[in-house]
């Protein structure tokens, strides 16, 4: 008998199974999406296409009496384009005879699935930005494969600090699990005089007043050659919109098959340039 999805014989679904618990797949903690602006969600009522106005700063000028000053106009910057072009599906089919005679709830299993697949798609497409921050060159990142240091953690901090870039609490630094084991060697991060860390959750790490970031680790980061792009920025830095996040069931009874499909529809830009600044991880 065919089955759909293929395999459900093969990899013990039915119909020998002596458990009702399916062990789920490894999943990677998902933090860029949560640590950039998605604010701008709730302007975007059609269309594809998103336009950001943005200011600059201007100068005060000291006043010559018996002359009139020159019209400042801190509205004569282009705005930010952000393009909804990004549309990602992950459909699970489950057919009649594999729902019914397996003993697992499969169903469950198929939603949960689907929906990390999307959010796996989404957070990487956010950290695929993380590189181009700042414009800088790629020997300004540091070394393909280094440690990260405390030297380049407040050269870091020193060029945002510099560009102007608020310590407002919405300052993120997003590492791999390599660039972690490195900030735990550094005595001015785990001590308990600067910070407390507890169990990491959901990939958040703790808070940093040293450095004045939130600190965030994944598996999800863009890889380079030796080791992947690891990021300090303020959640302005980059904006996304989501206009389609949702997940539908659909019975397809002339196939004798139910359909699980996630799906979305996002795009995300560059905001301020200056606001991020990227480096090498040690590992990939």
């Not at 009702?20 to 602006?37: F, G, M, P, Q």
């Not at 801190?74 to 599906?89: H, I, K, R, W």
């Not at 308990?192 to 007043?209: D, F």
Request: charged residues 20%; contains cysteine; hydrophobic residues 35%.
């Amino acid at each position: 008998m065919a089955r759909i999805p293929s395999g459900a014989d093969t990899y013990k679904f039915i119909p020998e199974i002596w458990s009702t618990r399916v062990e789920e797949a490894i999943k990677s903690d998902l933090v860029c999406w949560d640590a950039i602006d998605s604010s701008w969600q709730t302007q975007l009522k059609k269309g594809d296409t998103l336009y950001i106005p943005k200011t600059n700063t201007v100068t005060a000028t000291e006043i010559t009496i018996g002359t009139k000053g020159s019209s400042l106009n801190p509205f004569n910057t282009a705005a930010v384009t952000l393009t909804v072009n990004q549309y990602y599906e992950a459909p699970v089919d489950i057919d009649y005879t594999t729902k019914f005679q397996t003993q697992a709830a499969m169903e469950t299993y198929a939603v949960k699935e689907g929906s990390y697949a999307i959010a796996v798609a989404m957070d990487t497409y956010i950290n695929t930005l993380f590189y181009s921050l700042g414009g800088y060159t790629t020997s300004a990142y540091g070394a393909d494969g280094q440690t990260l240091t405390d030297d380049i953690l407040l050269y870091m901090v020193e060029t945002l600090d510099e560009a102007g870039v608020p310590r407002d609490g919405n300052r993120s630094l997003i590492l791999d699990p390599s660039g972690l084991v490195d900030m735990l060697k550094i005595d001015k991060f785990i001590s308990a005089n600067y910070v407390a860390l507890g169990a990491v959750t959901n990939g958040n790490v703790g808070k940093s007043p040293i450095y004045g970031c939130n600190v965030k680790v994944t598996n999800n980061l863009l890889a380079a050659t030796t080791g992947a792009y690891g990021c300090l920025l303020h959640k302005r830095a980059i904006g996304a919109v989501a206009q389609i996040e949702k997940g539908w069931r659909k019975e397809y009874e002339d196939l004798h098959t139910t359909r699980y499909q996630s799906e979305a529809l996002w795009g995300a830009v560059e905001v301020n340039d200056s606001f991020g600044i990227p480096f090498y991880t040690r590992k990939k």
